[in-house]
């Protein structure tokens, strides 16, 4: 994702359009961007139901916030942004099922430094289209399992391709723990995916 793209000409008429209070403007915001918007509340959010909430609480987010808009950069960067923290919120306001310890899923090492069970060497995954998107469902099933602060690093730098820094401030964390959360929540993992994807060390 270019965080730094500055806006395209069509957003920068319909940023206009929404600022002098267009009835369509609102309308053209959620046909361009709600799609691409409710796929990224949905990698945060398992319930269908919460993934359009979020969604919808953000586009009356960015609508309120417009004055606050500098047009700098990319309409669509900017609403991602706000869903994310929408999905966010979303997330800290719902019960959460019992999670597995972080530590549980780390690698454990020997007295000398060794790791005790060494890593296996992946096979290929499946290629097929149909066998893409199964993969894909199960990887997401995996990551949910992670422990929810490990796991929303691990979807904010890796699957939304934020930078760290951009991290640290949406999570209200200095940057080094972004770094260690992101490296604990790739080694745990890899240790769920193992089974499914290992083959001989």
Same mark, same amino acid.
């Given at each position: 994702?270019?965080?730094?793209? *500055?806006?395209?000409?069509?957003d920068? &008429?319909?940023?206009?359009?929404?600022r002098? $209070?267009?009835?369509a403007?609102?309308?053209?915001?959620?046909?361009?961007?709600?799609?691409?918007m409710?796929?990224?509340?949905? #990698?945060?959010?398992?319930? &269908?139901?919460?993934?359009?909430?979020?969604?919808?609480?953000?586009?009356?987010?960015?609508?309120?916030?417009?004055?606050?808009?500098? $047009?700098r950069?990319?309409?669509?960067?900017?609403?991602h942004?706000?869903?994310?923290?929408?999905?966010?919120?979303k997330?800290?306001?719902?019960?959460?099922?019992?999670?597995? =310890?972080?530590d549980?899923?780390?690698?454990?090492?020997?007295?000398?430094g060794?790791?005790?069970?060494?890593?296996?060497?992946?096979?290929a995954?499946?290629?097929?289209?149909?066998? #893409?998107?199964?993969t894909?469902q199960?990887?997401?099933?995996h990551?949910?399992?992670? *422990?929810? =602060?490990?796991?929303?690093v691990?979807?904010l730098r890796?699957? &939304?391709?934020?930078?760290?820094d951009?991290?640290?401030?949406?999570?209200?964390?200095?940057p $080094?723990?972004?770094?260690?959360?992101?490296?604990?929540?790739?080694?745990?993992?890899?240790?769920?995916?193992?089974?499914?994807?290992?083959g001989?060390p």
């Amino acid at each position: 994702m270019d965080q730094d793209a *500055p806006p395209t000409h069509s957003d920068l &008429e319909l940023l206009a359009s929404l600022r002098a $209070g267009e009835d369509a403007a609102f309308e053209t915001l959620v046909r361009r961007y709600g799609g691409r918007m409710l796929s990224v509340a949905k #990698r945060f959010l398992s319930n &269908e139901a919460d993934a359009h909430d979020a969604v919808q609480e953000a586009f009356l987010s960015a609508f309120k916030a417009l004055a606050s808009f500098d $047009g700098r950069a990319q309409l669509g960067t900017w609403l991602h942004r706000i869903v994310v923290n929408a999905a966010l919120m979303k997330l800290r306001t719902k019960s959460r099922h019992p999670e597995l =310890s972080i530590d549980d899923l780390l690698p454990k090492f020997k007295a000398d430094g060794h790791q005790e069970a060494p890593c296996s060497r992946w096979n290929a995954p499946p290629v097929a289209d149909m066998e #893409r998107a199964e993969t894909q469902q199960l990887i997401r099933e995996h990551i949910n399992k992670l *422990p929810e =602060s490990y796991r929303t690093v691990l979807l904010l730098r890796d699957i &939304e391709e934020l930078d760290t820094d951009v991290v640290a401030q949406i999570l209200d964390l200095n940057p $080094g723990t972004v770094k260690v959360r992101l490296h604990r929540a790739r080694q745990a993992l890899r240790t769920l995916l193992d089974p499914l994807f290992g083959g001989k060390p």
